[in-house]
């Protein structure tokens, strides 16, 4: 037994390294914070119901997609839950290899964007996102001078080999000043 603890330590120290380019810094688990999102150009593919039936199906087009134009891997990886659909960001200096939308894949490019933040740790599942969710919505309702401008999604930081204790997720809402805060 002896042999594999330092091959799983080496592993594990190594995951860092292979990580692909960031599009914005995650939020450390257990911390709910306010946050700009860059603005960006981003793929989308989209399902029918509830992106925890159809992450499969999402994954395969986009994949697909920046594997054909040779487009690097970026995290992380947002998923709108109801009315299943899932993005993948395009780093800066890819694209130029982004050959437009398909039948299954739209490009779409997002406006620097203003969201509340609650990282979290654990598999990506419909009970983390909604336990991660309703904190993220209590921790904002408490929040004097932003509220609520759209619906919360997921943002998934690691890949279906990492193992569940050690993968990272944040839910995001999008927020704008509250009638009356000062900016």
Not at 7 to 24: G, H, I, R, T, V
Not at 70 to 80: F, S, Y
């Amino acid at each position: 037994m002896r042999p594999v603890l330092p091959f799983f330590l080496l592993l594990f120290s190594l995951l860092p390294a292979m990580a692909a380019e960031q599009a914005f810094p995650p939020t450390e688990p257990g911390v709910a914070e306010l946050k700009t999102l860059p603005p960006g150009m981003l793929l989308k593919a989209t399902g029918r119901g509830s992106y925890f039936d159809e992450s499969n199906r999402l994954f395969s087009p986009l994949f697909n997609y920046i594997s054909t134009h040779k487009i690097a891997m970026t995290t992380p990886v947002e998923a709108k839950i109801d009315g299943a659909a899932m993005y993948f960001w395009v780093a800066p200096a890819e694209q130029e290899k982004v050959a437009g939308s398909t039948d299954r894949v739209e490009v779409i490019r997002f406006p620097e964007r203003r969201v509340a933040s609650l990282g979290a740790r654990g598999g990506y599942s419909r009970a983390n996102f909604e336990k991660t969710r309703d904190e993220l919505l209590a921790w904002l309702a408490r929040q004097p001078d932003v509220e609520a401008a759209a619906e919360p999604y997921a943002v998934y930081w690691n890949g279906p080999f990492t193992p569940w204790f050690t993968k990272r997720s944040e839910v995001h809402v999008p927020v704008r000043s509250r009638a009356g805060a000062t900016p």
